[in-house]
């Protein structure tokens, strides 16, 4: 709603291999190595954040939060995601991160000042804008107005389908298998459901 007011380009960015981009791990994890190059009794001591880690997303985000702030934005008191900058007391742009992907409106000062610096200091995967998905979402800004939905997403939800034989054994617990296929057939409802109607998320 902003961009469309101030009349700003809607873009979006990616942050390649986030976590490896990330600061220092604050604790010592150690993992064994390949089994190629595998030796007795040896062990790695990771330095960087890697996927699959609980804390993982935390210190990326730690990394790009005080980027962010040493480049002059503000995080909002509303949502810890949402940061703005301001020059004398004007807005100057808003960008608003979910892991490694941002989407982003602001001025030329803006673009300038804080988006050209952080693709100096991470590596970015991709710039997109006028039409393009955002986590699910489909964006398409006009000249006065932006369209938002989740189309694409919505028709890659499928019903699991389990052979005739299964579904007579009623009484059965699910397998590994058929419990991974409903967890994400779960989320993913759950997302649709969630992003179109937040106030039911309380």
């Known amino acids: 709603m902003l961009t469309t007011s101030f009349g700003w380009k809607l873009e979006a960015l990616d942050i390649a291999a986030a976590f490896l981009q990330a600061d220092a791990m604050l604790r010592d994890v150690f993992v064994r190595p390949p089994k190629d190059i ?23 985000y730690l990394t790009l939060k005080q980027t962010l702030l040493n480049l002059g ?7 810890k ?3 703005v900058y301001y ?5 100057q742009g808003i960008l608003v991160t979910h892991v490694d992907d941002i989407i982003f409106g602001g001025t030329n000062k803006f673009k ?14 991709r710039v997109v804008n006028g039409i393009f998905e955002y986590l699910g979402w489909n964006i398409q800004q006009n000249t006065d107005y932006i369209t938002v939905d989740q189309k694409n997403f919505a028709k890659e939800i499928q019903i699991v389908e389990l052979p005739s034989n299964r579904r007579k054994q009623l009484d059965d617990l699910l397998d590994k298998e058929e419990v991974t296929l409903y967890q994400k057939l779960l989320g993913k409802l759950l997302l649709a459901f969630l992003s179109n109607k937040p106030r039911s998320s309380f």
């Open 112 to 125: 300038t000042n804080v988006i050209g610096k952080l693709s100096d200091k991470f590596k970015i995967s």
């Open 73 to 79: 934005c503000t995080i909002s008191k509303l949502d």
């Open 81 to 83: 995601s949402l940061f």
């Open 87 to 91: 020059e004398s007391n004007k807005l």
């Open 38 to 60: 595998r030796k007795s009794g040896v062990l790695w001591q990771l330095i960087k954040p890697m996927y699959g880690l609980m804390d993982s997303s935390r210190q990326w």
